[in-house]
C-alpha cells in the first residue's frame, strides 16, 4: 500500500513545526501577535492534518459516515478551545467561538463549496442528495427555538428568565437526544446504501468506490488521528493564552475574534476538504463534510458543551446577544432555502458568503 508523497510528508513536517513554535512561544516571552499568529497556524495545520487522516480512513466508507468522521475529529480544536476559554473565564469568545462556527461553515464554507461546485458542473448547478440539508435544517432549527425563547424571556424579563442555566441544561439534555435519533439511522442508511442492500441502491456521487480505496494503512491513520487530537488539545490552549494579548493589541472585538478568527482557525477541516471535494465534482460528500459539521456543531458539540461547562469555571448557556439571536434564524432559514431542494446555483453561494462578510463587518465594530 502506498505511504505519503513527498507533498505529504513536508506538510506534516511544517505542522509539527509550527506546533513546536506555539509551544515554545508559549512558554517564552514572545511578543503577543506573532505568538497568536503560530498558534492560529498550529491550529489550523492541525486541522489539516485530522482532515486528511479521516479522508483516509472515510475512503473505506460511504459520503455519510465519511462526512461524519471528518465533522467529528474536525471539530476537537474548536472543542477544546471553547473548553480552555470557558476554564479562563473568557465566556464571549467561548460563546462566539461556538456560534461563529455554526455561521463560518453555514454560511462562509457551505457558500464557497457552492461556488466550486456549481463552477465544476456542466450546466453551472451543483447537484446533491437532498435528505442531509433538510435533516441539517430541522436540527439547526431546533437549536435556534431554545436560543430565541430564552432571549424572547430574558427581554421580557419574565420569571423564566431567572433560570437561565436550568433551561439550558435541559435544553441541551433535549438536543442530544434529537441528534442521536437522527444520526444513528443516518449512518446506518449509508452503511445499506454502500452495501447495496437498499432496495434500487446505488453508489452516491463522491462515494469511495471511485477515488481508488486508502493508500494508508490503517494503523497509520489512526496513529495520526490520535497524534493531531492529543495536540490539538495543547495547543488549542495555547491559542486560546495567546488570543486575549493579540487582539488588544490589533484593536479588535472579543466578538470578532470568536466569530471570524476563531471559527475559520477551528474549522480549517470543511474549509480544505469541503473545497477540494468541490473541486474534484465529488458533490454529496462535500456537502456531506460541511453539512454534518453544521448539525454536529449546533445540535451535539453545543449542548455537549452547556452540559460540560457545569464543571468549569465558567457557565456556558443558550442565552446570547439579540443580534446572534436574530442572524441564526436568517442564517437557518437562507441554508433551507437555499440547499433544501438539493441543487444550488454559483449565486446562491456568492449569497451566503455575502451574509458571512455582512455579519464579520457587524462584529467588528461590536
Do not use: C
Not at 437555499?338 to 456568492?350: H, K, M, N, Q
Amino acid at each position: 500500500m502506498a505511504r505519503l508523497t513527498p507533498q505529504e510528508r513536508s506538510t506534516l513536517l511544517l505542522v509539527s513545526v509550527f506546533a513546536a513554535l506555539a509551544g515554545i512561544a508559549n512558554y517564552q516571552p514572545w511578543p503577543a501577535i506573532p505568538r497568536f499568529a503560530v498558534a492560529t497556524l498550529a491550529l489550523a495545520g492541525l486541522a489539516w492534518v485530522v482532515s486528511f487522516a479521516t479522508g483516509q480512513l472515510g475512503e473505506r466508507f460511504g459520503p455519510a459516515i465519511t462526512g461524519m468522521l471528518q465533522s467529528t475529529l474536525g471539530n476537537l480544536p474548536e472543542l477544546f478551545v471553547v473548553i480552555f476559554a470557558l476554564q479562563k473565564g473568557e465566556l464571549v469568545v467561548a460563546q462566539t467561538a461556538i456560534v461563529g462556527s455554526i455561521f463560518a461553515n453555514a454560511m462562509l464554507v457551505l457558500g464557497l463549496v457552492i461556488v466550486v461546485g456549481a463552477r465544476r458542473a456542466p450546466d453551472g448547478v451543483m447537484r446533491f442528495s437532498h435528505r442531509l440539508p433538510r435533516d441539517t435544517a430541522t436540527l439547526l432549527l431546533v437549536t435556534v427555538f431554545i436560543i430565541v425563547l430564552l432571549g424572547l424571556s430574558l427581554a421580557s424579563h419574565d420569571p423564566a428568565s431567572h433560570h437561565v442555566k436550568a433551561i439550558s441544561a435541559v435544553g441541551a439534555v433535549s438536543l442530544l437526544v434529537v441528534y442521536l435519533a437522527w444520526v444513528v439511522p443516518y449512518l446506518r442508511a449509508d452503511t445499506l446504501l454502500g452495501a447495496g442492500k437498499l432496495p434500487g441502491a446505488t453508489a452516491p456521487s463522491g462515494a469511495s468506490s471511485t477515488s481508488g480505496g486508502p493508500r494508508l494503512s490503517l494503523p497509520f491513520t489512526l496513529t495520526l488521528l490520535f497524534t493531531a487530537g492529543v495536540s490539538s488539545a495543547f495547543v488549542s490552549d495555547w491559542f486560546v493564552n495567546g488570543l486575549l494579548p493579540a487582539i488588544v493589541q490589533l484593536h479588535l472585538s472579543q466578538a470578532f475574534a470568536g466569530l471570524v478568527i476563531v471559527a475559520i482557525a477551528g474549522n480549517a477541516v470543511e474549509n480544505t476538504a469541503g473545497l477540494v471535494l468541490a473541486w474534484k465534482g465529488r458533490s454529496d460528500l462535500a456537502i456531506s463534510v460541511v453539512k454534518n459539521s453544521v448539525a454536529q456543531i449546533a445540535a451535539f458539540l453545543f449542548p455537549l458543551l452547556v452540559l460540560i461547562s457545569f464543571l468549569l469555571a465558567t457557565t456556558l448557556t443558550f442565552a446570547l446577544a439579540p443580534v446572534y439571536i436574530g442572524a441564526l434564524l436568517v442564517m437557518a432559514l437562507a441554508m433551507w432555502q437555499v440547499t433544501g431542494d438539493g441543487e444550488a446555483g454559483e449565486f446562491e453561494g456568492w449569497a451566503l458568503v455575502a451574509l458571512y462578510v455582512i455579519l464579520a463587518t457587524l462584529a467588528l465594530y461590536e
